[in-house]
């Protein structure tokens, strides 16, 4: 005969009393079906879904890694388009020193060749031609921000706050290849140190130097 009741007995170690609990045998049977349902539903969501959210684990790192070389591509091609401007402005400027110096040489050599020569092709492998100063005095605002994702924006360079009227001065020796207005840093200055070292100076209050050679 199966019993109608299970009777659970809690015995404590002390001498406190003991405490028991009577369940009806129908409402046992559906606590221990319930019990092992809930185990079940979790070992089957979990055969199911672990390996899931493991593939898109690994679909995210591999779209983070995408996401990584692309904007590494972007800079890349960015800088390459700054280098091809460079070269076009560099052509240009100095193909205009080349045609000031046949002019020169047509008037019979009153400029003397040897000063002609350190005035148009100065040295690039001197320390003087290396950037390593800065060209005004002030206070930094905002300094070189480079970031790894293609949606924020960078920052190439410095900011420096100074009085208005205060001179800018090159970095370092070189040739002025652009003076002009652009539309991101206003009036802007770009030298040529050689060596691929180029400088840009912008936001200024009126350029001085066009095609020199400082």
Do not use: C
């Amino acid at each position: 005969m199966k019993p109608d009741k299970y009777t659970v007995l809690l015995i404590p170690d002390n001498e406190s009393a003991g405490k028991s609990f009577t369940f009806k045998r129908r409402w046992f049977i559906l606590i221990i079906t319930m019990t092992v349902a809930i185990i079940t539903l979790i070992g089957v969501a979990g055969y199911f879904f672990i390996p899931r959210t493991l593939d898109y684990q690994r679909m995210q790192s591999g779209y983070n890694e995408l996401v990584t070389e692309r904007s590494k591509v972007m800079n890349l091609y960015h800088d390459l388009q700054r280098l091809q401007q460079m070269e076009g402005l560099l052509r240009k400027n100095l193909g205009a020193d080349l045609e000031l110096s046949r002019q020169e040489e047509d008037l019979g050599g009153l400029v003397d060749n040897d000063a002609k020569s350190d005035a148009v092709k100065y040295s690039t492998d001197r320390i003087g031609n290396i950037p390593t100063k800065a060209p005004i005095d002030g206070y930094v605002t905002q300094r070189m921000v480079v970031r790894p994702h293609a949606w924020k924006n960078n920052h190439y360079g410095i900011d420096i706050s100074v009085r208005e009227g205060d001179p800018v001065v090159a970095s370092a020796a070189g040739i002025v290849i652009f003076s002009g207005w652009s539309t991101d840093l206003g009036n802007r200055v770009i030298l040529f140190h050689g060596n691929n070292y180029f400088t840009f100076y912008g936001h200024n209050q009126v350029n001085l130097m066009r095609n020199e050679i400082l």
